[in-house]
């Protein structure tokens, strides 16, 4: 299968941004929590497998809405070439559940090159469960994702999803997966 990158969409966080690693970090440096490993979060709902205060992952998390670039988000290894690779043939486009817009466009533009981040499409729903139609409407047909929900309700609408490997994901499917960018990218080689 050699995906067109035209037809390609990604989600943000845990897919384009290391969110998992960068929790961890926050979670360690600001709060004391030394113990916690990315193989630890075994949901995507981070409350449901950590046993942290409520009131300190809202926190981690609200930072990490609101300011990614104060709060230190990394690109995921590779991600930042691979994106620029892949905005050589066709302009990137980017749907997350992120509520706000701004806050990931502007570390988006810190990381890209300014001609890939001029012509990104990016969306910012607010929730996860309307991805689909904003997908399909865009008229995408793969889309690489984190959360496994998301991918299933793509596959039943005729999107092929791309699950983006990471420990809340592993179990209990058997869709079309990547590990790393350099998976990603070697389905859109020529």
């Given at each position: 299968?050699?995906?067109?990158?035209?037809?390609?969409?990604?989600?943000?966080?845990?897919?384009?941004?290391?969110?998992?690693?960068?929790?961890?970090?926050?979670?360690?440096?600001?709060?004391?929590?030394?113990?916690?490993?990315?193989?630890?979060?075994?949901?995507?709902?981070?409350?449901?497998?950590?046993?942290?205060?409520?009131?300190?992952?809202?926190?981690?998390?609200?930072?990490?809405?609101?300011?990614?670039?104060?709060?230190?988000?990394?690109?995921?290894?590779?991600?930042?070439?691979?994106?620029?690779?892949?905005?050589?043939?066709?302009?990137?486009?980017?749907?997350?559940?992120?509520?706000?817009?701004?806050?990931?466009?502007?570390?988006?533009?810190?990381?890209?090159?300014?001609?890939?981040?001029?012509?990104?499409?990016?969306?910012?729903?607010?929730?996860?469960?309307?991805?689909?139609?904003?997908?399909?409407?865009?008229?995408?047909?793969?889309?690489v994702d984190?959360?496994?929900?998301?991918?299933?309700?793509?596959?039943?609408?005729g999107i092929?999803?791309?699950?983006?490997?990471q420990p809340?994901?592993?179990?209990?499917?058997?869709?079309?997966?990547?590990?790393?960018?350099?998976?990603?990218?070697?389905?859109?080689?020529?």
């Amino acid at each position: 299968m050699k995906i067109n990158p035209a037809h390609l969409g990604f989600d943000i966080d845990g897919v384009v941004a290391d969110t998992g690693g960068a929790f961890i970090r926050i979670a360690c440096e600001e709060y004391g929590i030394s113990s916690l490993t990315l193989e630890d979060i075994t949901s995507f709902d981070v409350v449901d497998c950590l046993d942290m205060d409520q009131g300190i992952i809202e926190a981690i998390f609200g930072r990490l809405l609101d300011d990614p670039l104060d709060a230190g988000l990394q690109p995921m290894q590779d991600a930042v070439s691979v994106l620029h690779s892949l905005a050589a043939k066709a302009p990137l486009t980017f749907v997350t559940a992120r509520p706000h817009e701004e806050p990931i466009a502007r570390w988006l533009e810190h990381f890209l090159q300014p001609d890939t981040f001029k012509s990104i499409r990016l969306i910012a729903m607010g929730v996860h469960d309307r991805k689909t139609s904003y997908i399909k409407n865009l008229g995408l047909k793969y889309f690489v994702d984190d959360r496994l929900q998301t991918c299933r309700k793509l596959a039943e609408a005729g999107i092929t999803p791309l699950v983006y490997n990471q420990p809340w994901n592993k179990n209990g499917h058997d869709l079309p997966t990547v590990n790393n960018w350099q998976d990603i990218q070697a389905l859109c080689a020529e």
